[in-house]
């Protein structure tokens, strides 16, 4: 195969800004870049003598290279984003982030309601945030549920109660939904309170409440100074673990950053109207020999301009690694149509924010080439045991029901990084005979691998979560789909003993042989750590499955009462428990329920 001819190639490259996409000999988009002088970078990888150990693997597969030119260093900076996003080339550094950002988002109803936002913002109201993780929300709501009792209740929930709920009576929830409990006057107060809060203005929060307080201590009303007192003394606890003193109420990102034997972690932690809201560390996906600055620029970019998770971008990027930031700089200021600073090394509290966040990079840096090191050591060790020459991906397969209830399947899968949680999934069974595990070991494997695979996703294990009976049975089915496959996957079954203790499993082949693991083998704590990952999924869809039936099973056995008018019932009292404790004349003002029907539904949920 003729090489790629760089001299014609370089010959038509203008020197303007732009991007670039190398190619290999399959047409795979292998690499990304972009530059201020096209002509000037791209000749740059061309050189006989080219120190970097990575670009000369990467210029070794080079079939073709396309140029975009554009009109600006910045539009060059946004396209390479896209591209990478896009084509995930092997050579650029990857920073796997695919989740959405959590907000929370007050809406515009008369009583508003506060809660978790995800996506994209359609619903009316407002939004704080992003969170770094849904987290850190649900810490900020549970604290704010405390200082301010706003409802969190679902919509459906809040139309249709004709009492307050347990929320109320706890003291954390104000009750708008029952009449003549809070004025609406009230309810805005403490509406407002929160969008302050939210927005750092606690002491505006305060400064209203200690005059509310001196009001009503005035005017005799000691149980209601009482109430504005213990609000003061938990926001100004609250003060103490979230205010940061020392900035000036900019929007803060603080960046620590590690890196070593092939693994980079940066730890993000979010600072936002003088609010820590939380902290994250990613680890991004780096090829081999690839430099410091690279992979810290190549995750500012990917992060910063990666606006369809809903991430703003701050006033301030604070670091303590020192790297050419005149270009994103510039990009993020355009995007954000204000100032955008990069701070190195700064003093006083954000200095030890930054001190902070470096500790916590390399932190999880260690933790995680440890876990990695150990999942290796793991895997050369059941290789080892089970005389295989690699393994690089292994499933595994359980089965989960009470007495024959909602029979539901579970599959988990491991590669040499450990648990692939994205590609878990269950399965519900049905059209056997309740508690027949054998039928229902056999129709998920028949689900699971009658279908097309991609080579890469053909396991090297298949364990099955049980005996010689669930394994051959499972073999029958398996066995009429591999003919096909590049190789076939050891099939082995993990019977738990008598005992049913970690450590005295008995692993079955199809041969019939049966062998053990010392109980310290590293080998065998791979096996019980994929069996145990894929119990509790195949438990926790089971759980769910059986909360669903029951939750209306009362309900489906009485005559008159269908889908529409169970919904109706649950929608309106609000909720099952509800239910159980509402009168007849309660149930009969429900749509569609006339007071005979009201009479068989009270009898039926109170002698049911």
């Given at each position: 195969m003729p090489s790629f001819d760089s001299k014609a190639f370089l010959?038509?490259?203008?020197?303007?800004?732009?991007?670039?996409?190398?190619?290999?000999?399959?047409?795979?988009?292998?690499?990304?870049?972009?530059?201020?002088?096209?002509?000037?970078?791209?000749?740059?990888?061309?050189r006989s003598n080219v120190p970097s150990e990575?670009?000369?693997?990467?210029?070794?597969?080079?079939?073709?290279?396309?140029?975009?030119?554009?009109?600006?260093?910045?539009?060059?900076?946004?396209?390479?984003?896209?591209?990478?996003?896009?084509y995930l080339p092997k050579y650029n550094v990857l920073l796997r982030d695919d989740k959405s950002y959590p907000y929370i988002f007050i809406s515009q109803h008369k009583h508003p309601r506060i809660s978790i936002h995800r996506g994209v913002k359609r619903k009316k109201g407002e939004y704080f945030g992003p969170y770094p993780d849904s987290?850190?929300?649900?810490?900020?709501?549970?604290?704010?549920?405390?200082?301010?009792?706003?409802?969190?209740?679902?919509?459906?929930?809040?139309?249709?109660?004709?009492?307050?709920?347990?929320?109320?009576?706890?003291?954390?929830?104000?009750a708008p939904c029952v009449k003549g409990i809070v004025s609406d006057e009230e309810y805005k107060e403490q509406t407002d309170f929160i969008r302050l809060f939210l927005q750092g203005k606690d002491r505006q929060v305060i400064q209203t409440l200690v005059e509310q307080m001196d009001i009503a201590s005035q005017s005799l009303n000691f149980e209601k100074a009482a109430i504005i007192r213990d609000q003061i003394q938990a926001m100004r606890r609250v003060q103490e673990q979230q205010y940061v003193s020392d900035d000036s109420g900019d929007d803060l990102d603080v960046l620590g950053f590690a890196i070593e034997n092939g693994l980079a972690c940066v730890h993000l932690l979010m600072i936002r109207q003088g609010k820590i809201l939380g902290s994250r560390s990613f680890f991004p996906k780096i090829p081999a020999n690839t430099d410091k600055e690279e992979v810290f620029l190549?995750?500012?970019?990917?992060?910063?301009?990666?606006?369809?998770?809903?991430?703003?971008?701050?006033?301030?990027?604070?670091?303590?690694?020192?790297?050419?930031?005149?270009?994103?700089?510039?990009?993020?200021t355009e995007l954000s149509g204000r100032k955008v600073i990069f701070q190195l090394n700064p003093k006083g509290m954000k200095g030890r924010y930054l001190k902070l966040a470096d500790t916590n990079a390399l932190t999880a840096l260690t933790s995680k080439s440890n876990h990695k090191l150990t999942m290796y050591q793991r895997f050369k060790q059941l290789e080892e045991a089970l005389v295989l020459s690699s393994i690089q991906r292994m499933e595994c397969f359980d089965i989960s029901h009470t007495m024959g209830e909602k029979?539901?399947?579970?599959?988990?899968?491991?590669?040499?990084?450990?648990?692939?949680?994205?590609?878990?999934?269950?399965?519900?069974?049905?059209?056997?005979?309740?508690?027949?595990?054998?039928?229902?070991?056999?129709?998920?494997?028949?689900?699971?691998?009658?279908?097309?695979?991609?080579?890469?996703?053909?396991?090297?294990?298949?364990?099955?979560?049980?005996?010689?009976?669930q394994l051959n049975?499972?073999?029958?089915?398996?066995?009429?789909?591999?003919?096909?496959?590049?190789?076939?996957?050891?099939?082995?079954?993990?019977?738990?003993?008598?005992?049913?203790?970690?450590?005295?499993?008995?692993?079955?082949?199809?041969?019939?042989?049966?062998?053990?693991?010392?109980?310290?083998?590293?080998?065998?704590?791979?096996?019980?750590?994929i069996r145990d990952e894929s119990h509790n999924h195949a438990i926790g869809g089971h759980r769910a499955q059986r909360a669903k039936v029951r939750k209306t099973s009362t309900l489906q056995n009485i005559d008159g009462v269908g889908p529409k008018r169970r919904q109706a019932l649950l929608q309106y009292l609000g909720g099952l428990q509800e239910l159980k404790s509402a009168s007849v004349e309660e149930i009969a003002k429900v749509p569609g329920i006339s007071h005979s029907l009201a009479e068989k539904i009270h009898d039926a949920l109170k002698h049911g």
């Open positions: 010959k038509s490259v203008t020197h303007q800004p732009g991007v670039y996409r190398m190619y290999n000999a399959e047409a795979d988009v292998i690499y990304v870049g972009k530059a201020k002088d096209l002509k000037k970078r791209l000749s740059s990888y061309f990575k670009t000369k693997a990467l210029v070794s597969h080079i079939h073709q290279v396309d140029v975009t030119v554009t009109h600006s260093e910045t539009e060059a900076l946004i396209l390479e984003h896209n591209y990478i996003k896009q987290g850190a929300v649900r810490e900020s709501l549970h604290l704010i549920q405390k200082l301010f009792p706003i409802r969190q209740c679902e919509d459906s929930v809040y139309a249709n109660r004709h009492r307050p709920c347990l929320m109320h009576q706890i003291g954390r929830c104000l190549s995750f500012l970019t990917q992060y910063y301009l990666n606006h369809t998770q809903g991430r703003t971008i701050p006033n301030r990027v604070v670091t303590s690694f020192e790297f050419n930031s005149d270009s994103l700089e510039a990009a993020l029979t539901v399947a579970s599959c988990v899968v491991f590669n040499q990084e450990g648990p692939v949680k994205s590609e878990y999934r269950r399965y519900n069974i049905s059209g056997i005979t309740g508690g027949d595990d054998y039928a229902a070991m056999a129709q998920v494997l028949e689900r699971r691998y009658s279908k097309q695979l991609d080579i890469d996703k053909i396991p090297d294990i298949i364990f099955i979560d049980g005996g010689k009976g049975r499972a073999y029958e089915v398996i066995s009429k789909h591999w003919e096909d496959w590049p190789k076939q996957p050891l099939l082995l079954g993990i019977a738990k003993g008598v005992t049913r203790k970690h450590g005295l499993e008995t692993l079955v082949k199809i041969s019939g042989e049966e062998f053990s693991m010392p109980s310290d083998s590293p080998a065998l704590h791979l096996i019980q750590h």
